[in-house]
């Protein structure tokens, strides 16, 4: 499979639509998980393959938080009435790949077993985060037009 061809074929996502840990605020949540827990997680994903992480900030040239109140706000700018609930989670993240295995694999891992499982506790609100796995195709990027 070339490069463009596998670009062009959809991927397995793992997406969370996350809660920091309560009483946190949210510039130490974000400031937790880009300084302290996605250094920790990165090499991992890299070892099993993972193809894609990342989470969804306001602004990536100057991020605040990952969906602070103040991005909420602006919903009232584009909702409409079919599409009017606001969503209340304060990060998306996403985690993308080939195989379900390499998601088993990087779970598996005794190293995630140990340091990973320990620090969603510190930051992250477990119990009230959603997950769901499906697929993400792109299909423009840039102003380009991909399939």
Do not use: W
């Not at 996502?13 to 309560?22: G, P, S």
């Not at 119990?127 to 792109?138: A, E, H, L, P, S």
Request: aromatic residues 8%; charged residues 30%.
């Amino acid at each position: 499979m070339t490069a463009e061809t596998k670009s062009k074929e959809p991927m397995l996502c793992l997406t969370m639509c996350a809660y920091k840990k309560e009483g946190m605020d949210e510039e130490e949540y974000r400031k937790y998980m880009i300084e302290h827990h996605v250094p920790l997680v990165r090499d991992l994903m890299v070892k099993h393959g993972i193809d894609q992480y990342r989470m969804r900030q306001a602004d990536q040239a100057t991020p605040k938080a990952h969906n602070p109140t103040t991005t909420r706000s602006l919903m009232s700018k584009v909702a409409d009435i079919q599409f009017a609930n606001v969503a209340d989670y304060d990060c998306i993240v996403q985690v993308c790949f080939r195989d379900i295995e390499q998601a088993v694999a990087l779970k598996a891992d005794p190293e995630y077993q140990k340091v990973l499982f320990a620090d969603h506790d510190k930051f992250a609100d477990t119990k009230k985060t959603k997950m769901t796995i499906g697929y993400v195709q792109d299909f423009l990027r840039d102003g380009q037009i991909l399939y």
